[in-house]
């Protein structure tokens, strides 16, 4: 009953929040949120195997047809079918927050932090900095919360579920933020080095 409550507590809270900050401005909290939605849109009208990208005649992108966020303009393309496209980013802007939110909170839960809804509102709230982010229409808050949803289960109990979660989270990490996909990796290095030390370590101490 009580982990329902913070799951509803947070989840309203989240979404409260959420729609505040998109909705008390008429403005995009950044210029990136208008290449994504615009990129959705694209997949939308042209499909979503289409290359053409004809806005950057003098990048590499106009040569190689690279989306580098290929997974999180598919997974956002429903948002590009409001007439106003300022609308899908605000609607998008929500649940990027939303979710990404839900995704620290159920890494404080799996490391057993005791009010863990609480410690997600105090995370955002460390800084405007952190906030200003985690509003933005982009997938850089949804990977942040990835990495550290694999971070924790690479470090506490192992067993079946906990590994689909790993291969499920570094999938859409990879898929959604392509030019971080090294970084789960690099999460999963520095976890087993250090557990490799500590073994180590209790072995010469005993």
């Given at each position: 009953?009580?982990?329902?409550?913070n799951w509803?507590?947070?989840?309203?809270?989240?979404v409260?929040?959420?729609v505040?900050?998109?909705?008390?401005?008429?403005?995009?909290f950044?210029?990136?949120?208008l290449?994504?939605i615009k990129?959705s849109?694209?997949?939308?009208t042209?499909?979503?195997?289409?290359?053409?990208?004809?806005?950057?005649?003098y990048?590499?992108i106009?040569?190689y047809?690279?989306?580098?966020?290929y997974?999180?303009?598919?997974?956002?393309?429903?948002?590009s079918?409001?007439?106003?496209?300022?609308?899908?980013?605000k609607v998008?802007?929500?649940?990027?927050?939303v979710?990404?939110g839900?995704?620290v909170f159920?890494?404080?839960?799996?490391?057993?932090?005791?009010?863990?809804?609480?410690?997600?509102l105090?995370?955002?709230?460390?800084?405007a900095?952190?906030?200003?982010?985690?509003?933005?229409?982009?997938?850089?808050?949804?990977?942040?919360?990835?990495?550290?949803?694999i971070?924790?289960?690479?470090?506490?109990?192992?067993?079946?579920?906990?590994k689909?979660?790993?291969?499920?989270?570094?999938?859409?990490?990879?898929?959604?933020?392509l030019?971080?996909?090294?970084?789960?990796?690099?999460?999963?290095?520095?976890?087993?080095a250090?557990?490799i030390?500590?073994?180590?370590?209790?072995y010469?101490q005993?």
């Open positions: 009953m009580i982990k329902r409550f509803a507590f947070l989840l309203l809270g989240l409260g929040l959420a505040i900050l998109q909705f008390s401005t008429s403005n995009a950044d210029t990136d949120s290449y994504h990129h849109f694209l997949y939308r042209e499909g979503i195997f289409s290359g053409a990208f004809p806005w950057t005649q990048s590499v106009s040569t047809a690279a989306d580098l966020w997974g999180f303009h598919i997974l956002t393309l429903p948002l079918w409001f007439s106003d496209l300022g609308t899908g980013i998008g802007g929500v649940l990027v927050t979710i990404s839900l995704l159920a890494a404080f839960r799996r490391l057993k932090i005791k009010w863990p809804a609480m410690w997600v105090v995370f955002l709230f460390a800084t900095d952190v906030l200003y982010r985690f509003a933005m229409f982009r997938p850089h808050p949804l990977s942040l919360g990835l990495a550290l949803l971070f924790t289960y690479l470090n506490t109990e192992s067993s079946r579920f906990s689909i979660i790993l291969f499920l989270a570094g999938f859409f990490f990879s898929w959604t933020h030019s971080l996909s090294w970084l789960p990796i690099l999460v999963w290095a520095v976890t087993a250090v557990q030390l500590q073994k180590k370590k209790i010469w005993g």
